[in-house]
């Protein structure tokens, strides 16, 4: 079963506004992760979050992670044509291995 | 450093052959995992290895499947016989060391087609 379940299942935006994409889990965890899929590749990283953090930022990403209600949301500012893709929060809780929720395809209307 | 390599990128099939994914990870990576991406059941764990041993195969859907990792630098998934359900994109994963704050690196993906 699947730890991490996204929404929107798919979004559609035009070029400059933001997006916003939720995540939840269903255990305890001591971080989360944010990775991207552009069609046809494989999953590349964008950030983590430590259960011990609120909020992150990296450029035009900001992660938010509230544990009480095993939540999270990655957000993309300003967005661009480039950034359509698909979007997956993982978590590894003691298997050391992730487990990757079922992912936001993010369409960017240039 | 290249980066996680697999091969063959697409492979197709006919139900009943054997079918062999390749994956090279990244240099000093002590973790493989094999993952299986489709739209009905997304990303999939599959199995996984730390310093060439098979940690965890309860993803492995049935006896079918097999995977192996001779040395830190290689690994295979065999699938025998192969079924058109098992058409999937298949991919092959590393990281660093077994730490929860540690990134994955995947590879491209091998597009598995079972007709």
């Known amino acids: 079963s699947q730890q991490g379940e996204e929404d929107p299942q798919a979004l559609s935006i035009q070029e400059g506004e933001n997006a916003t994409m939720n995540c939840s889990y269903k255990t305890s965890i001591n971080n989360l992760q944010w990775y991207r899929q552009n069609s046809g590749r494989g999953l590349v990283h964008l950030i983590l979050?430590?259960?011990?953090?609120r909020e992150k930022h990296s450029g035009r990403l900001r992660v938010t992670l509230d544990t009480s209600k095993k939540s999270s949301s990655l957000l993309i500012t300003a967005s661009r044509a480039a950034d359509t893709a698909s979007y997956f929060c993982?978590?590894?809780?003691?298997?050391?291995?992730?487990?990757f929720g079922s992912g936001t395809r993010l369409q960017v209307q240039p | 450093d290249a980066g996680v390599i697999q091969s063959p990128r697409h492979e197709v099939t006919e139900m009943g052959q054997e079918v062999t994914l390749r994956c090279k990870p990244i240099?000093?990576?002590?973790?493989l995992f094999w993952y299986r991406q489709t739209m009905m059941r997304g990303l999939e764990l599959l199995i996984y290895f730390n310093n060439n041993v098979p940690i965890d195969d309860s993803g492995m859907p049935e006896d079918r499947f097999s995977a192996k990792m001779p040395n830190a630098s290689f690994s295979t998934l065999k699938i025998q016989p192969s079924e058109p359900r098992d058409s999937a994109v298949y991919f092959c994963?590393?990281?660093?060391?077994?730490?929860?704050?540690?990134?994955?690196?995947f590879g491209q993906g091998t597009r598995l087609t079972v007709v």
């Open positions: 979050i430590r259960s011990n953090e």
């Open positions: 240099s000093g990576h002590d973790y």
């Open positions: 994963a590393s990281r660093q060391s077994g730490r929860e704050d540690t990134e994955a690196f």
């Open positions: 993982a978590t590894a809780t003691g298997r050391r291995a992730l487990t």
